[in-house]
């Protein structure tokens, strides 16, 4: 079989061409469609993925901003929390101040009321004695109180102890005043007398005696030398009644204070939360 080589030749360079065209006119526009798809694709993947990004930075951003609204508002309710418990203490406080405040007033107002009546009441029972003491020794004795009161005082002098006298003898020694002697009414010459003889016979010594009249001396007779005092007041006696009233007061004071703690009780376990 004969080969023709110009048919041959025809067939390459024809096919070559349509290589060339389809190359130039097909498989470029393909490739080029391919490449600018491919391009488009991976734009579109770039910005798909960039908003992805834009979108979890600002998922971020909300997350983190509700996490800081969260923080925020646990920590006004806590100071909210915090400024009620404290405001509810100082409430409290203020109370119980002043229900110790006025508790202290009716205590001081108490302590008042018994200081007067006690003044009152020795007064009035001063008054009292001195007025039934006048009229029985009067009516009994033919005598005044004020002599009886310069006897006792007298026979104070008289039944010192030993003791006491020598401490008195000294004073009286040491002293270059003249001995007072206090009384709350003015004495009569002759007790002034009864009273000087009384001290020569005790400390066998002439002593000056001045005589004074003071109202503070209750009811009584009061001798006072270098420090030293010898006294008889019909105070001494009403002390045991002041006493009796005293503890009847206290036992008063102690009912109020435990009335108020009972009032008290209920008000603070109501309030305690």
């Known amino acids: 079989m004969l080969i023709d080589w110009f048919t041959v030749a025809a067939q390459i360079v024809n096919f070559l061409i349509l290589m060339w065209l389809l190359k130039r006119f097909l498989y470029k526009p393909i ?15 770039a910005d798909a993925a960039e908003k992805q990004t834009q979108a979890a930075q ?5 997350r983190q901003k509700n996490d800081d609204f969260d923080q925020q508002r646990d920590n006004l309710l806590s100071k909210a929390k915090d400024e009620a418990e404290a405001e509810r ?20 107002a ?52 030993s003791e006491a006298q020598e401490d008195l003898a ?15 009414f003015e004495l009569a010459p002759e007790q002034q007398g009864a009273i000087r003889n009384t001290l020569h016979e005790v400390f066998s010594a002439e002593i000056q005696v001045r005589f004074e009249t003071e109202p503070d001396v209750i009811s009584g007779i009061e001798l006072t030398a270098g420090g030293q005092k010898v006294a008889w007041s019909i105070a001494e006696y009403l002390a045991s009644l002041e006493k009796g009233v ?15 703690a009972k009032v008290e009780q209920p008000e603070s376990e109501t309030k305690s939360p």
Not at 58 to 62: P, V
Not at 100 to 107: D, G, M, T
Request: no cysteine; hydrophobic share 40%; proline share 2%.
């Open 31 to 45: 490739l080029d469609a391919i490449d600018a798809r491919e391009n488009r694709i991976a734009t579109e993947l």
């Open 58 to 62: 600002e998922r971020d951003a909300f």
């Open 89 to 108: 203490h100082r409430l409290v406080d203020e109370a119980r101040q002043a229900a110790e405040a006025l508790r202290a007033k009716r205590q001081e």
């Open 110 to 161: 108490l302590h008042r009321e018994r200081q007067s009546l006690n003044h009152e009441l020795s007064r009035r029972t001063r008054e009292e004695v001195f007025a039934i003491a006048r009229q029985t020794l009067k009516d009994l004795a033919e005598t005044s109180l004020e002599e009886r009161m310069v006897e006792a005082f007298t026979r104070r002098l008289r039944e010192l102890d």
């Open 170 to 184: 000294k004073a009286l020694r040491a002293s270059p005043d003249p001995v007072r002697v206090r009384s709350a």
């Open 246 to 260: 005293d503890e009847l007061l206290n036992e008063k004071e102690e009912a109020a204070a435990n009335a108020d």
